[in-house]
Structures are given as structure tokens and as C-alpha cells.
């Protein structure tokens, strides 16, 4: 079961935000298994579950499988994880047994940098990594889950800074500075195969794995987002623009949204 919406487009205001979440969860599956990533990620996978993939499988880092969080998790160490988890592992079982033998299908991921070739960064922005401009949250598990899974989908805000020719810093590997590292390093995952942002879609090229314009959210124009893209971002012919939430997706991830931390049931 694919996430493309049965039901009518809604005629409601919705934000930039809502409409990347709601792309974001359209592109996960049901059934699939799916390694989540706190933040943006955790949200887009949490409403898929709850509108158009209810048997999607989510994985945090800190050792929950199938977990059916009520409210949307704070960190991976989050307590709702393990209460609705139909199993609680030891992180190295996730990662040796289920990560890197290829049991996950998507990783899903963030990010304060991404290239042109889909590598992230999450450790240091500036050239000194001694003595960096700012010095970030660093990798947790994202290496490995950028590596491993079948195929790894990026969900982040569109702007010049986030978008950068080159990462300062490869923490997650998407295709190598080249755009021909996976091949070469032998990694097992496909890699990065979709950047959702506030203002559309990436996809690698099939040819050169640099991200290429695939899709627009509603609204957004071409020019715009070659504006906050860094690099001279290539558009595909054939260009898509997706479809407005529809009241329900807008509704769940509203309820979703406000239940952040309180222990609520949505």
C-alpha cells in the first residue's frame, strides 16, 4: 500500500512544514520496516502509521521494535518507545542483528547539512573541526543507518545554508564527494533515494547521483527553489507538484503535534 491520498485534497490554510510532513509520510510504505530518526523524521513516520500504513514497522536507536507511540517521542530514550514496543533489544542488537544484516528497509533521516550527492552532516559546521563555527549533535547511529538500509529518505528545511555543494563534514555517507563512494566502498544500502523539503522533492540523477528537482510543494516556484539550494541545482523534465494534505492527514498530525510531551493520547 502506497501513501498516495484517497481521500480529497483539503481546502484548509496549511504551513510549508505541514505539507513536508505530509509528503514525508506519503513516501513510506505499509509493512516496510523503518529506522526513525528523532525530529522531522519521527513525526512524518508516526502519521503514516496513522493514516495509510498502519502496519509500518518503527525502529529507534535505542532498541525499540514496533513501537506504536501514543504521543510523539521527545528523544530515542523517550518511555512511550519501550511502554508500546512489541520488543525491547540492547542497542547492539538493533544495529548487529537488525541493521546490519539488511533486516531494515528505510532509514530515515535529518540532518543540518545536505549536498548535492545526498551526504549528511551532523558533527561540525566550518572547515576546522578542532575549532569549528558550530559544533553539532554529532552521528549516533546515522552512519550506520545511511550505510545499511535498503534505502534512505532525508527529510529537512530547504535554505542555502542547510543546502551546500559540499558538506563540511560527512557524517552520514549519501554518495560520496563524487557521487560514486557506494559503488566504490561496496555499501550494501542503496543510499539516499529522496530529500523531502518545505519546498519539494529531490531524487538522485540515475545517471550521476546528484540531487536533481523532481517535485514542488504547492505553490512553489522553480526559481525558489534554485534560491536556497547552494549548488546549480538541476529540474527534472518531467516536474511533479504534490498534492495539497488532505482535512484528515492535516487533523491526525495536529493532534499529533500537540500531544508532544504530555503524555496524552491522540
Known amino acids: 500500500m502506497t501513501g498516495e491520498p484517497s481521500e480529497t485534497p483539503t481546502t484548509s490554510e496549511f504551513t510549508s512544514d505541514e505539507m513536508m510532513t505530509v509528503a ?6 505499509d509493512e516496510s520496516v523503518c529506522f526513525v530518526g528523532i525530529g522531522l523524521p519521527s513525526t ?16 529507534y536507536e535505542s532498541g525499540t521494535l514496533g513501537t506504536k507511540p501514543q504521543r510523539l517521542p521527545l528523544s530515542i530514550g523517550d518511555g512511550v518507545l519501550a511502554e508500546t514496543a512489541d520488543s525491547v533489544v540492547g542497542v547492539p542488537e ?16 535529518g540532518g543540518a547539512q545536505v549536498d548535492r550527492y545526498g551526504n549528511i552532516n551532523t558533527t561540525v559546521i566550518g572547515d576546522d573541526y578542532e575549532d569549528p563555527k558550530v559544533r553539532l549533535p554529532g552521528a549516533g547511529g546515522a552512519p550506520e543507518i545511511a550505510t545499511s538500509c535498503g534505502e534512505v529518505l532525508i527529510v529537512m528545511r530547504h535554505s542555502p545554508r542547510a543546502f551546500v555543494p559540499e558538506v563540511d563534514f560527512i557524517t552520514s555517507v549519501g554518495y560520496g564527494r563524487d557521487g560514486s563512494a557506494r559503488t566504490q566502498l561496496g555499501l550494501p544500502g542503496r543510499g539516499p533515494v529522496k530529500v523531502i ?26 526559481e525558489q ?34 500531544t508532544v510531551g504530555n503524555g496524552e493520547s491522540s
Open 44 to 59: 512524518a513516520a508516526n502519521l503514516a502509521r496513522r493514516t495509510h500504513a498502519p502496519e509500518l514497522v518503527l525502529i
Open 197 to 222: 523539503t518545505d519546498l519539494g522533492v529531490l531524487q538522485p540523477d540515475e545517471g550521476t547521483n546528484e540531487l536533481t528537482l523532481t517535485g514542488l510543494a504547492p505553490g512553489v516556484e522553480v
Open 225 to 258: 527553489v534554485r534560491a536556497a539550494t547552494g549548488w546549480p541545482l538541476r529540474v527534472a523534465e518531467e516536474l511533479g507538484v504534490q498534492q495539497v494534505p488532505t482535512d484528515r492527514e492535516l487533523r491526525i498530525l495536529r493532534e499529533l503535534k500537540a
Open 24 to 29: 514525508a509520510s506519503r513516501s513510506l510504505n
Open 94 to 109: 538493533i544495529f548487529n542483528y537488525w541493521l546490519q544484516p539488511g533486516r531494515v528497509d528505510i532509514g530515515f533521516l
